[in-house]
């Protein structure tokens, strides 16, 4: 199962179904706990009976081609009807001189239209309202480091939630994004999938370190998302790209760890990165986030128009830059 697949599937589901508001693949989750059976996950603001007779009701399941010819072979995956529930950005308005505060993901440096190099951190979008909003960013030392937001994506538009933003006068005393021993590339989508176990003979969750601090908080990434709706309490609402969700013990998700790098463990000697924290469930105590997923995001920031094409780079150290 590839990201085109997801695409092609949910363009049909949506036609049929124009309630559907999300749709990926991941594990099914029955009175709340998670269960060792792949699903195709489909998303409503409410579930419906299935004895409604005036609504029409997703397949149980779906099939998936694998091969061609004489003798094709399919795959059959049910699927796991869930509602929207209600997401919160996990930033906060916590303020350092009147400004968000919000976590910081990797650095980057990239050349700008005028040629000039620049060095910066990519975070969340939703946290800043507009490029040029000045910031600062903690340091080793003593104060901070002055920083502008370089460029944001548009939730509405863009669909997904990413920022990048300028550090200004050469700042020193950076500190890591994450500790000396972990150093994770970036997920591709397919192999965010397969993280998951979905596509292995044997299940299994993919384990997941949160960092937000000096130490990580634990969970598990449970599904990844062609495109999900998040509704906001204003009653408006925007449709998320290439999402990934997890989940962890009350409280891993909540406010103020917006930007925090997901990273995936399958095993003691593979780590990668997935994904960077956008939101998460209030109504369940926090147990639950959904992050926008970082290659993603990290393509579409090399993709700006006030930016040289092919000089974006990103690292989880200052020092790693350098070497790009």
């Known amino acids: 199962m590839d990201v085109r697949a997801l695409g092609r599937l949910h363009r049909e589901l949506k036609r049929r179904h124009p309630e559907l508001l999300g749709l990926g693949i991941g594990w ?5 706990r998670v269960q060792k059976a792949p699903a195709i996950k489909l998303i409503v603001e409410k579930k419906r009976s299935r004895r409604a007779k005036s609504v029409r009701l997703f397949p149980n399941h779906l099939e998936f081609p694998l091969s061609r010819g004489k003798r094709p072979l399919s795959v059959r995956i049910h699927t796991d009807v869930e509602e929207a529930g209600r997401w919160i950005h996990t930033s906060f308005p916590i303020s350092v001189n009147q400004m968000p505060d919000v976590t ?5 440096t990239w050349t700008d239209s005028q040629g000039n190099s620049c060095l910066g951190l990519v975070t969340v979008a939703h946290a800043f309202p507009s490029p040029g909003q000045s910031v600062q960013i903690p340091t080793s030392g003593p104060g901070t480091a002055d920083g502008v937001v370089y460029a944001r994506s548009d939730l509405i538009t ?3 939630d990413v920022a990048l933003i300028q550090l200004l006068n050469n700042p ?3 500190l890591p994004c994450l500790p000396a021993t972990l150093n994770p590339g970036a997920a591709s989508v397919s ?9 292995d003979t044997d299940a299994q969750y993919a384990p997941m370190e949160n960092w937000f601090s000096s130490s990580p908080a634990t969970g598990r990434a449970l599904a990844y998302y062609y495109t999900r709706t998040i509704a906001n309490t204003d009653g408006t609402s925007y449709n998320l790209k290439s999402v990934v969700e997890a989940d962890g013990p009350q409280g891993t998700y909540d406010r103020g760890r917006s930007g925090s790098p997901w990273v995936a463990m399958p095993s003691e000697s593979v780590a990668l990165s997935v994904a960077l924290q956008s939101q998460g469930n209030e109504g369940l105590d926090f147990r639950l986030g959904l992050g926008t997923h970082l290659a993603t995001a990290l393509s579409w920031l090399s993709q700006c128009p006030n930016m040289t094409i092919n000089t974006f ?3 989880w150290r200052v020092e790693d830059l350098a070497g790009l």
């Open 28 to 32: 099914r989750r029955k009175r709340g």
């Open 104 to 108: 910081a993901t990797c650095y980057a």
């Open 158 to 160: 863009d669909g997904l």
């Open 172 to 174: 020193t005393g950076l």
């Open 191 to 199: 192999n965010t999938i397969n993280l998951l176990g979905l596509s």
């Open 313 to 315: 780079k990103w690292a």
